[in-house]
C-alpha cells in the first residue's frame, strides 16, 4: 500500500476513535503527547461541522433540544452516521432514523417525526425552482381525459404524516411566530412541505387532501387520486385543493400521456 | 477579471440584506462552494444577485484533493455544474484531504510535502481543471501536525504544483502565520518559494491562541503580525487580490469592511512601491 494512504487510513482511525492516536502519531514529527492534544483539535473540528450541519437542517429540533443536549444527539448522529460527502447539504438525511433508536427519540416521541418534516422542509429549500403553470391546460382538455391526467409537482414537495402535531409543533418555533404556544396533543396532522415561491411552506392537510396528495404524488392519475381521497373522506373537494395547489405553483405541470406506473 | 488590488469579504447568510441594500465598494465577494451546490430556491437567487453586482470567488471547501483513495467524482460534478451556472472570477480550493475509506471528516486535514503526495495533487489539479475547462487555485492549509518524512516544503510543493499544473495559488497568509508559530518555522521563507505570477488570491483571517498551539478559527479581526506578513507579501509579491475570511462569531458588516480597507490599504501602497 503506498505510504499517503496508510497514513490517512492510520490518521482517520485516530480521529474516529482516540484510542487509535498511537497509528496517527508515528506518522508525525514532534512530541507524542502534544500531537495526540493536537490531533483533539481535527476531532473538534469534525465535531463542530456536524453540529452545524444539522442545526442548519434542523434548527426546530435544536431548538426543542438545546444546544447541549443537540450537541450530544450531533456526537451520536456522528458515531452512528457519519459523513460520507464533502457537500454538508447531504448530511443529516439519517437523523430520524438516529433519533427513533436514541433514548432522546424515547423520551420526545415525537421527534422523529418532526425531523422527517424538517429533513423534507430542508430539501425543498434547495430544491429547482418551479416554472410558472397555467391551469388554463387543463380546462382545455376534453372532458374524459382530464381524469386521466398526472400532476408535475414542484421539486421537494413531500409529505409525513404523523400521530403527533408536527405542524403546530414546526409552527410555534418558527421565527417571528407570534400567536400562543399551546398544543392540542390529542391529535395527528400530516405535513404537506412544499416550495412556494422561494419560500418553503409547511400546511397541515386533512385525511382526504393527503389522501389525493400521496397518491398524486406517487404518479397515478387524477381520477384515480380522487377516488382513493373520497374513500378517505366522502367530503373531500377536488376543486378547493386544485385552486390552491395551482395558485401556490405547488403543482406545476400536467402529464398526459397514459400512465405507466 | 478580479483588478490586484481589490479586497472582498465573504459573503455570509446574515449580511446578504445589508450587502445587497448597501452595495458596499467591494473589489468582489467570496462564498463556499458547497453551501450553493443546490438545484435552486432562495440561496441560488441570492448568489445569482452577488454575481450580477460583484465579482465572485468560488472557494471550495470539501473536495478533499488530497484523498489518496479516489476523487469524488459526484462532488466535482456539482462544483462543475456550479461555475457553469455562475461563471465565477475564481475557483479555488486547498492542499488537503478530508475523507478517506468513505468516510467525510468534513475538514481540511494537511497532506504530507512527499513526491507521492506532489504527483497525486497535480494528477488531481489536472482532472478538476479539465472538468472545469479553466485554471483553479489551490491554498494552502493551516495544520496542527507536521509530518516525518518529508521530502520538501509545503511551499516548495505548491510551487511544482503550480509549474507543473499551471494552477495558481491562493496564499493564505493567517494559515502561514498559524503553522510558522505551531511548528516554530519562518513565514517569510516560504515566500521565497513563489513568484508573483503564481499568486491568484491572498486569504486574510484571525485566529485563536490556546495552549497547544494557535488555532485556525476565522473568528476575529487580523492580527498585527498577519498585517506585517502581507505588508511583506505585497513588497516582495506585488498586490494580488485579497479577501477577509470571516466564518465564526461573524461581526458586523461594518467591521469586514474596514478590515478590506485596510488590505485595500497596504496592497495599494505596495503597487505605488511596485510602479
Redesign the interface.
Known amino acids: 500500500m503506498p505510504d499517503l494512504l496508510a497514513c490517512e487510513h492510520d490518521i482517520a482511525g485516530a480521529l474516529c476513535d482516540t484510542r487509535e492516536s498511537a497509528r496517527a502519531v508515528r506518522w508525525l514529527t514532534g512530541d507524542a503527547a502534544l500531537n495526540e492534544r493536537r490531533l483533539a483539535i481535527y476531532r473538534a473540528n469534525t465535531a463542530a461541522a456536524t453540529t452545524k450541519a444539522l442545526g442548519a437542517a434542523y434548527p426546530v429540533i435544536e431548538q426543542v433540544l438545546g444546544p447541549s443536549a443537540f450537541a450530544i444527539l450531533a456526537r451520536d448522529y456522528q458515531r452512528l452516521a457519519p459523513s460520507t460527502s464533502g457537500d454538508l447539504n447531504e448530511l443529516g438525511a439519517a437523523l430520524a432514523d438516529v433519533v427513533a433508536g436514541h433514548e432522546m427519540g424515547q423520551s420526545l416521541p415525537y421527534l422523529a417525526d418532526l425531523a422527517r418534516l424538517e429533513w423534507a422542509a430542508h430539501r425543498a429549500y434547495g430544491a429547482a425552482d418551479a416554472l410558472p403553470f397555467d391551469a388554463r391546460a387543463i380546462a382545455q382538455l376534453p372532458a374524459q381525459q382530464q381524469a386521466t391526467i398526472r400532476f408535475v409537482w414542484a421539486g421537494g414537495t413531500a409529505l409525513v404524516a404523523s400521530r403527533f402535531p408536527i405542524v403546530r409543533i414546526w409552527r410555534i418555533h418558527q421565527a417571528g411566530f407570534d400567536g400562543e404556544f399551546s398544543v392540542d396533543w390529542s391529535t395527528g396532522e400530516v405535513a404537506l412541505v412544499a416550495r412556494e415561491g422561494l419560500r418553503v411552506a409547511v400546511h397541515a392537510v386533512d385525511g382526504g387532501d393527503a389522501a389525493f396528495i400521496a397518491a398524486s404524488l406517487a404518479g397515478e392519475p387524477v381520477g384515480a387520486a380522487a377516488e382513493r381521497a373520497l374513500a378517505n373522506d366522502a367530503g373531500f373537494d377536488l376543486g378547493r385543493l386544485l385552486t390552491w395547489l395551482i395558485t401556490a405553483n405547488v403543482i406545476c405541470a400536467i402529464h398526459n400521456s397514459e400512465w405507466e406506473p | 477579471m478580479i483588478s490586484n488590488l481589490a479586497a472582498g469579504i465573504g459573503l455570509r447568510q446574515p449580511h446578504y440584506g445589508e450587502v445587497f441594500e448597501r452595495r458596499p465598494a467591494l473589489g468582489f465577494l467570496e462564498v463556499h462552494s458547497?453551501?450553493f451546490?443546490?438545484?435552486?430556491?432562495?440561496?441560488?437567487?441570492v448568489l445569482e444577485r452577488a454575481r450580477a453586482a460583484y465579482p465572485i470567488s468560488l472557494h471550495g471547501?470539501?473536495?478533499?484533493l488530497?484523498?489518496?483513495?479516489a476523487l469524488?467524482e459526484q462532488?466535482l460534478a456539482?462544483l462543475q455544474r456550479l461555475v457553469e451556472r455562475i461563471e465565477p472570477d475564481l475557483v479555488s480550493e486547498h492542499l488537503s484531504?478530508?475523507?478517506?475509506?468513505?468516510?467525510?471528516?468534513?475538514?481540511l486535514?494537511p497532506?504530507?510535502s512527499?513526491r507521492?503526495?506532489l504527483d497525486?495533487m497535480c494528477a488531481r489539479v489536472d482532472r478538476v481543471q479539465s472538468a472545469l475547462k479553466r485554471p483553479i487555485l489551490i491554498e494552502n492549509v493551516s495544520a496542527?501536525?507536521?509530518?516525518?518524512?518529508n521530502e520538501m516544503s509545503e511551499f516548495g510543493l505548491l510551487a511544482e504544483l503550480a509549474r507543473r499544473t499551471g494552477c495558481g495559488l491562493l496564499l493564505d497568509l493567517n494559515n502561514l502565520y498559524v503553522n510558522a508559530v505551531n511548528?516554530g518555522l519562518d513565514p517569510l521563507a516560504a515566500l521565497n518559494e513563489l513568484t508573483p505570477a503564481m499568486i491568484g488570491e491572498i486569504h486574510l483571517a484571525g485566529h485563536t491562541g490556546t495552549d497547544?498551539?494557535l488555532?485556525d478559527t476565522h473568528g476575529t479581526r487580523v492580527c498585527a503580525d498577519v498585517w506585517s506578513l502581507y505588508d511583506e507579501a505585497c513588497r516582495r509579491l506585488g498586490p494580488h487580490p485579497t479577501l477577509i475570511e470571516w466564518d465564526t462569531d461573524l461581526p458586523t458588516l461594518d467591521v469586514l469592511l474596514d478590515e478590506a480597507g485596510i488590505a485595500a490599504s497596504v496592497a495599494a501602497r505596495s503597487e505605488v512601491a511596485h510602479a
Not at chain 2, 451546490?37 to 437567487?45: E, N, P, Q, T
Open positions: 458547497e453551501n451546490f443546490l438545484d435552486g430556491g432562495a440561496s441560488m437567487r471547501v470539501g473536495l478533499s488530497g484523498s489518496a483513495d469524488a462532488h456539482k484531504w478530508g475523507a478517506v475509506g468513505g468516510r467525510h471528516f468534513n475538514d486535514l497532506l504530507p512527499t507521492e503526495a497525486l496542527y501536525v507536521a509530518y516525518r518524512g511548528f497547544v498551539g488555532i
